[in-house]
């Protein structure tokens, strides 16, 4: 029979030259999964350790019976691996996301060493390589060993299991094609499903039977993710894998449907990695993750933008929740690179195949952010296109594509269906500028489906204001804008799935901003998951089941204006305010309820909704608390005088476009904007020069665009400018 054992205990070497070196070093106990990167990937600076580390494990000869064989399994090696085992190089694997095996049968001795070199330096081949998120290396994932009989489920094609399962709903049966891979030579395999029994042959290797399911209990989603299991046998050894049937369809008008029936995917995206932890994962937490996305009454997941574990694909299938999921081609297509898109792609889709959760292929993320359209990427994205629909019949390929993209671009044209990443209101432009891009791509792609799969915006719970505005890093910033996106949605029906950037706040080492080093800030959780932020609750009220109510602005205590709004969050129609006690208010609604509260001094605020309450304390204070501000200068308007604003002459309140056309004045208004672009990360870097980014920008004043790069300019800087500016008069 075969056995699965954990291989926990290694050794951790940061230099060796060779194999042998590390084997004889002293090195550093870990335990796998284990991640370089946990403290240097998440502080900022983007100088976190890329290079090459080794782990090193003593093995001893397993006991095999005659014929059998002995593999190391690795489920995410980051994202160069050289396997050595007693000495001999036998693999290499490119690819840090991702399953592969390797047989050392034929290398056992009584006493083994296992040294693996695990590289995340930069190159040029293997993705990611310029990207938004941190490339923690290391065994971050459980390594196994495994043996088995002579006769067995093959271990060795793509990292997959052996099984294949495609499931047809067909009326209100279905109809299930099970194909196994086999080594060893059996005559037959037998193969269980639902209760029935069929012994096929086994021809090269290959077995396949099919059945027929009456009266099939769907996999539905969150209201109900029925799983079956297949079972496939063979004299000494049996594999497993549950599946789900379902049907589903994109349509340009209806969005997705679920089963025949209209089912507006509606959720988030989640990054894997965790505070303090990076991506070394214990299956607790992921379990959290699924607990807090079931909470917030999501039923899609992207799992961006990398192959997650399939531990987590298991969580999505049994909580019903349809995934989009994804390889890291990402940012910056790498000429050198498609080789690799390839072989991860192809790893994707054969460790992944059977997970009835999952509804695409996404082939990249934002690719053509960091050096346009080419030939080449065209061509790689058809390559990839083609060989998932050769890999699988079943699901469609969707691109994420980066907001400065024309969406008459012919790279829309490859993929089955289209996303969108988009971030007016946050990185530039207006709030509703995303209503009206969705609204000219449906008016002129009546017939192509379109989803919205990143949007968001940063905020650190410590920052807090009355007045929240574009850029400030505020909680309620964050809240004010997912209620204008999640209008916006619910006004598009067409939108075939829309994703939340992000989950959980998540670590970006070249980012520094917001009051924090290293951390990209969209997420609605913190990235310890124990604080969730306001907009949070925006969704829950939304989309959630379970009644609740939440009373916003908890962490915003000291408050200097005499009349405070109150924002509550609740999926009940009904809720009462009540201020120190007294019902103060009671309102009717759908999500979202304001209250205009005055205040003299403290005060307890409750509000209800049915049984359900919740309490924040408040404080009225006579200067606002500096504490709650990122941008402790204030508003950047609130710098000048009135006479600082000649009118017929360009000022810091005239639109790029307007101050664009005049030579002088985009002179001035570029070198600014030079010095601005280092510190958000890669992906703002790579957007500076873009001409469709510069067209999409000409409505945005200059001043609402210094406003969201001003922790990184002064105000004399600003003034200096619009005196400037103010010298150049205006064409008549
Ligand atoms: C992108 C990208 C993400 C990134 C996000 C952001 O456009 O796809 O990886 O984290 O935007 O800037 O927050």
Redesign the pocket.
Known sequence: MRQNIKLYQWNFIKEAKDAEQAAAATGVPVTVPHTWNAIDGQDGGNDYYRGTCWYVHKLERPELTPGGRAYLEFNGAAMTAEVYFNGAKLARHEGGYSTFRVDITDYLLEENTVAVSVDNADNDRVYPQK???TFYGGLYRPVNLVTVPECHFALDYWGGKGIKVTPIVEGTGAQVTVEVWVKGNPDSVAITLDGKQQTVPVQEGHGQAVFHIENVHLWDGVEDPFLYTAIAELPDDRISTRFGCRSFAMDPEKGFLLNGRSYPLRGVSR?QDRIGVGNALTPDMHREDMGIIREIGANTVRL??YQHDQYFYDLCDEAGMVVWAEIPY??MHMPNGRENTLSQMQELIVQCYNHPSIVCWGLS??IT?AGGVTEDLLENHRLLNDLCHSLDKTRPTVL?N??MLEIESPLLEIPDVNSY?L?FG??LGELDENDAFFDEYHTRYPDRCIGF??Y?A?ANPRFQTARPERGDYTEAYQALYHEHIIKMINERPYLWATHV??MFD?A?DGRDEGGEHGR?Q?GLVTMDRKLKKDAFYLYKAHWGKEPFVHLCGSRYVDRAEAVTEVTVYSNQSTVVLYVDGKQFAEQQGKAVFRFQVPLSGEHTIEARAGEHLSRIFVRRVSQPNTEYMFFKTGDIVNWFDKEDFKPGYFSIKDTLGELGAQPQAAALMGQLMAQTSAS??D??ESVKDNPNLQKMMMKTTLESMLKQVRDMITPEQVKALNAALQQIKKPE
């Open positions: 990207a938004d998120f990054h961006a933008h990402i940012t993320n934002e952010a994420a980066v907001f990443n971030y946050w990185y799969s990143e968001g940063d950037w992000n998540f970006a990209n969209k958000r990360g992906v703002a």
